[in-house]
């Protein structure tokens, strides 16, 4: 993880998105629940579902160029400060959805595909290892595309310790992620 590009108490525009096409995400549920713990910022939560896509590839790309829901997502990023997503897991790896937006992303041209935003990514899962597969996979891959990954929370065990009238019921991953946004506003 790289320091924090930001000065502490300074307002922030945050976007925040799960990387699941999923109706019923628990990844969409963590990112809203996420999102409502900042305070004095302005969090814009968008759907990926809103963002889909022809599936990647160079011939399309050469026939019909970028799509201008690519363009769209690429200024919402431009124009945010920090950039917050939560990841599902699909065999250890992104959700196809996810991937083919950030392919698109990626080839656009005279950009990062992440604009050198500071990045803050998450990942909850049904089972015991909170998605940290496909976190580590986005940790490691994100600076490569001009994204400063300043934090990472993976989430264990989602229907046992999230409540939707409360939140995250799991004490210590509570904190954990309170410090986090304590340390990123």
């Given amino acids: 993880m790289l320091p924090l590009q930001t000065n502490k108490s300074t307002y922030m525009k945050i976007l925040a998105f799960a990387a699941s096409n999923s109706s019923q995400s628990i990844n969409k549920k963590l990112i809203h ?82 604009g050198e935003k500071n990045m803050f990514l998450m990942a909850t899962s049904p089972g015991p290892r909170g998605a940290i597969g496909v976190l580590e996979m986005a940790e490691k891959r994100f600076p490569f595309n001009g994204g400063h990954v300043v934090a990472t929370f993976s989430f264990p065990s989602f229907a046992t310790n999230f409540k939707e009238e409360e939140g995250i019921i799991l004490e210590e991953k509570k904190q954990e992620l309170l410090s986090i946004i304590e340390r990123i506003s």
Avoid at 82 to 88: D, E, G, R
């Fill in 33 to 114: 629940y996420t999102a409502s713990l900042f305070q004095n910022h302005e969090v814009e939560i968008i759907d990926i579902n809103d963002y889909e896509m022809p599936i990647y590839s160079t011939d399309r790309q050469m026939a019909t160029g970028i799509p201008e829901l690519a363009t769209t997502l690429g200024q919402k990023i431009d124009s945010s400060d920090l950039i917050m997503i939560s990841f599902a897991e699909h065999n250890g790896s992104y959700v196809t959805a996810f991937k083919n937006i950030f392919d698109w992303l990626s080839v656009m041209k005279d950009r990062k595909t992440w």
